[in-house]
């Protein structure tokens, strides 16, 4: 066990003056059965997780009205009660709600989910294109003149869509954009980056870890079998080989600093400056082995080398639709 430690790093959410550690928690997997919730994990561990998180300085929690029907912001905002003001809350509004009047009410019901009187940073999950982007920001922005949110950010926006959000904000900025991002699915990098860090917008990334894949502890012949994962292409046995060289070069890196290939993996996503990476933990344990990511600075040696093998892991078209067909038995 370690104590609060020195090598969390913290940054700004836009211009939005709330500052959240480079490694924050994510919490999909609370109550989310497609995870295998209360088969091998369950409200206990989920909360001596948080706990742990705030031990260790990890400030940033993020949540969603969808995750677990609303089970995720419940036990996020119990466990975090006895040290609210320390971190800062991040929950979503899903895009059924994305009218003026939906996300309003999406708001209240999350704050009473989550028993606070104002949400940190509050994120549109994915864009709705049968709702106008303006009445969804518009509604964003008459919260924050509310007092029931501190931040804007949004979720799953491309750059053009990102661009547009921003102009239909009047007084406020946006915070953040909260997209996938790993070593393995690397989409954002062609512009949308670059544009965050230009234009101060943080990049949350999500399924930081691949979905554990980045862990190295699978291969063809052993995949996870929760629902998540066997919808996901990337734990094709396909995707699974092409991606070996990549996890030989994690061994290797995280052999060489004695930590694991997942460190390795947050490790280099941090190490921009404008990104913070949330991977979700199912207990304290990966909890802290996140944390302890942000103690490690790859060389820039280190860094391109990964770089490159992570963006030769090609995941194709194939396996998307081959896994569906799978499940039906086809
Ligand atoms: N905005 C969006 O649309 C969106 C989409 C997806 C996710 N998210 C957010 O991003 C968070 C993270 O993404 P994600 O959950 O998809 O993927 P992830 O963080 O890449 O992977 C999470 C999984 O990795 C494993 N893991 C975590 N820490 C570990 C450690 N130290 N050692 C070994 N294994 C470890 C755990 O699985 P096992 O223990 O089962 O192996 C965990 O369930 C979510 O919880 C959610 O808050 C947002």
């Not at 905002?77 to 994305?98: C, N, Q, S």
């Not at 750059?159 to 954002?188: D, W």
């Not at 963006?311 to 086809?330: D, F, T």
Request: charged share 25%; proline share 5%; net charge positive.
């Amino acid at each position: 066990m370690f104590g609060r430690f020195a090598g969390l790093k913290y940054l700004e959410l836009g211009r939005s003056g709330l500052r959240v550690s480079k490694i924050g928690l994510g919490t999909w997997q609370i109550g989310s059965s497609e995870w295998g919730w209360n088969r091998g994990y369950g409200v206990d561990d989920v909360v001596r997780a948080i706990e742990r998180a705030h031990e260790l300085g990890i400030n940033f929690v993020d949540t969603a009205e969808i995750y677990g029907g609303g089970l995720s912001e419940e036990v996020v905002g119990r466990a975090i009660r006895p040290f609210r003001d320390e971190v800062v809350v991040a929950t979503k509004v899903w895009p059924t709600h994305a009218t003026y009047d939906g996300v309003l009410k999406a708001c209240e019901r999350s704050l009473k989910r989550l028993g606070v009187d104002v949400i940190d940073l509050y994120q549109v999950h994915w864009p709705n294109p049968l709702v106008p982007l303006s009445s969804t920001m518009r509604a964003m922005e008459r919260l924050v003149e509310l007092g029931k949110v501190r931040a804007i950010g949004v979720s799953n926006f491309s750059l053009g869509r990102l661009r547009r959000a921003q102009e239909c904000l009047k007084r406020e900025e946006i915070g953040s954009n909260q997209v996938k991002y790993n070593l393995v699915e690397r989409g954002v990098e062609k512009g949308l980056l670059q544009y965050c860090e230009r234009e101060r917008v943080a990049l949350i990334a999500y399924s930081p870890l691949a979905q554990g894949l980045l862990t190295a502890r699978y291969n063809a012949s052993n995949r996870p079998r929760d629902l998540v994962r066997r919808l996901n292409p990337l734990f094709d046995p396909a995707v699974l080989r092409r991606a070996e060289p990549l996890m030989t070069i994690l061994r290797e890196v995280a052999a060489r600093h004695g930590i694991e290939p997942s460190q390795v993996a947050l490790a280099w996503l941090i190490k921009r400056n404008h990104v913070i990476a949330i991977p979700g933990a199912k207990r304290p344990e990966q909890v802290e082995s996140n944390a302890r990511a942000a103690e490690l600075e790859l060389s820039d040696e280190e860094w391109r080398i990964l770089s490159e093998a992570g963006s030769k892991v090609s995941i194709g078209v194939w396996p998307k639709l081959r896994i569906p067909l799978r499940l039906l038995g086809l």
